[in-house]
C-alpha cells in the first residue's frame, strides 16, 4: 500500500501532467497558420474602354432574279446577267477576290389553286446573289455599276460598313480600358485607407460592334451613283483586372 508521501507526490505529478496538456493546446491555438494578418488584400475591378473609327470598306449583296417557264431559261438568264455584272465591276477597278458568290437558288412558281386546292406550276424562279467588298469612297459609282449592268433584274440586299485594319483602335480601346480599370482600384484603395500594389492578373474580352447596315430599296434601274453614308463604328474592350493591397 502507497505510503502518505507517495499519495501526494503522484497527485502532485497528475497535476503537473494535465497543466502541460493545456499550455500544448493553447500554445497550439495561437501558433495556428494562415491567420488574418497573412491573408494578402486585394482587389479586382472591371474596365470598358471604347473608340470610334470612320469605316473604310462597303459590303453589298447583288442579286439577280428571273422567272422563264422552264428551268433552263431561268438559270441561264440568271447566269448570263450576273456575269455582266461581274464583268462590268472587274472592268471598273473591282478585285475579283473582292467577289465571291453567296447564294444561287431555283425554285417552281405555283399558279392558283384549282378547286382541289393544288396548283400547277407556271414558271421558275432562278437566282444568283453575290458579295462585293469595295473602298468607302467608291461605294457609290460600284453600286450604280451593278444596277446599270443587271437591269431590271437587280436585287440590292443591304449593304454594310466596316473597318479593314481596325488594329490601332484595338490598342487605343485595350488601353483605355486598363487605365479605366486602374483608376477604379485607385479610388478603392483610397476608400479603404490602403496604398494600390501590384497588379496580379488581367484579363480581357474584346468586342466590336458590328458592320453598320444601311438598307437599300431593290431598283428595278438606277441612273445616277446612289448617295451612301458609313456613319462610324465602335470598337470596345472589358478588361478584368486585380491588384494588391498594402
Given at each position: ?8 507526490i503522484?497527485?502532485?505529478s497528475?497535476?503537473l ?21 497573412d ?5 479586382t ?10 469605316p473604310?470598306?462597303?459590303t ?23 456575269q ?20 444561287v ?14 396548283a ?11 458579295r462585293?467588298k ?19 433584274a437587280?436585287?440590292?440586299?443591304g ?8 488594329s ?79
Amino acid at each position: 500500500m502507497p505510503t502518505h508521501s507517495a499519495r501526494t507526490i503522484l497527485r502532485w505529478s497528475m497535476t503537473l501532467a494535465l497543466a502541460g496538456v493545456s499550455a500544448l493546446a493553447v500554445a497550439g491555438c495561437d501558433a495556428t497558420p494562415g491567420g488574418d494578418s497573412d491573408i494578402a488584400r486585394q482587389v479586382t475591378v472591371v474596365g470598358t474602354g471604347e473608340v470610334q473609327g470612320v469605316p473604310d470598306t462597303l459590303t453589298t449583296e447583288a442579286g439577280i432574279e428571273f422567272v422563264a417557264g422552264d428551268v433552263t431559261s431561268a438559270m441561264n438568264q440568271t447566269s448570263e446577267r450576273q456575269q455582266a455584272v461581274i464583268d462590268a465591276l472587274v472592268d471598273a477597278g473591282v478585285d475579283r477576290k473582292d467577289i465571291s458568290t453567296t447564294q444561287v437558288s431555283l425554285q417552281p412558281q405555283y399558279g392558283n389553286p384549282d378547286a382541289s386546292g393544288s396548283a400547277n406550276i407556271t414558271g421558275y424562279r432562278a437566282g444568283n446573289t453575290i458579295r462585293v467588298k469595295v473602298e468607302r469612297d467608291s461605294a457609290s459609282q460600284v453600286l450604280a455599276v451593278i444596277v446599270r449592268a443587271g437591269g431590271d433584274a437587280t436585287r440590292i440586299n443591304g449593304v454594310s460598313y466596316s473597318i479593314e485594319d481596325d488594329s490601332a483602335l484595338v490598342r487605343d480601346a485595350r488601353e483605355r480600358a486598363f487605365h479605366d480599370a486602374r483608376d477604379r482600384a485607385e479610388q478603392y484603395a483610397q476608400l479603404s485607407g490602403l496604398r494600390l500594389g501590384q497588379v496580379i492578373a488581367i484579363s480581357e474580352v474584346a468586342g466590336e460592334a458590328p458592320p453598320t447596315p444601311v438598307g437599300m430599296p431593290m431598283p428595278r434601274a438606277m441612273a445616277s451613283a446612289p448617295p451612301v453614308e458609313p456613319g462610324q463604328q465602335t470598337v470596345s474592350f472589358t478588361v478584368t483586372a486585380v491588384w494588391e493591397l498594402s
